[in-house]
């Protein structure tokens, strides 16, 4: 599904309590000043204890380049995270063996984006998957790269190097791995 085709997708407004409130394109919902939307980040921490982390494709609509966790979207109204989160691992990496996801917490924040001028503010359900022997295949359309990292080394560079990363990799990680 093409970038311009998601923007048009509807997602869940919601109140900072998660209440839903309404609905939105994604494109309305990250317009300045942003609305407060549902959305998931899904972690995946491999056997040996690496995360999964994908650099977002240049064609992203927010925080292009930029190195996220494994993958993350929104729920449509009425849609599970837990479906959705399935769904876009699936989109995204080519995920398409069983994988259990354990939502581990919400991180609510907002990002504005220095370059598109996006804002993402988002109730972000974060899910944690353990998967042994993965195999992926990331969606070029997608993902720019994939790599597996050390969690304490994931936290020293996202400190030395905070504009690398997308805005909500910090809070999501410390939810996923305190």
Not at 144 to 168: F, N
């Amino acid at each position: 599904m093409t970038s311009f085709v998601r923007e048009s997708l509807l997602v869940e407004l919601v109140s900072e309590t998660g209440t839903p409130i309404g609905e939105a394109t994604v494109a309305d919902a990250h317009t300045a000043p942003g609305r407060l939307h549902r959305a998931f980040s899904v972690h995946l921490l491999d056997t040996s204890g690496r995360l999964l982390l994908q650099q977002r494709a240049a064609v992203k609509t927010r925080f292009p380049l930029r190195w996220a966790n494994a993958c993350c979207g929104h729920p449509s109204p009425g849609m599970t995270v837990v479906d959705a989160a399935l769904a876009r691992l699936a989109e995204e990496l080519g995920v398409t063996a069983d994988v259990s996801l354990t939502e581990v917490g919400v991180h609510l924040y907002r990002a504005d984006d220095p370059d598109t001028g996006l804002v993402e503010h988002e109730y972000d359900h974060v899910l944690l998957g353990i998967v042994d022997d993965l195999p992926l295949r990331p969606d070029p359309a997608e993902v720019h790269a994939v790599r597996w990292v050390d969690p304490g080394d994931l936290r020293t560079a996202m400190a030395a190097s905070p504009t690398q990363y997308a805005p909500w990799l910090p809070g999501v990680t410390a939810l996923a791995l305190p």
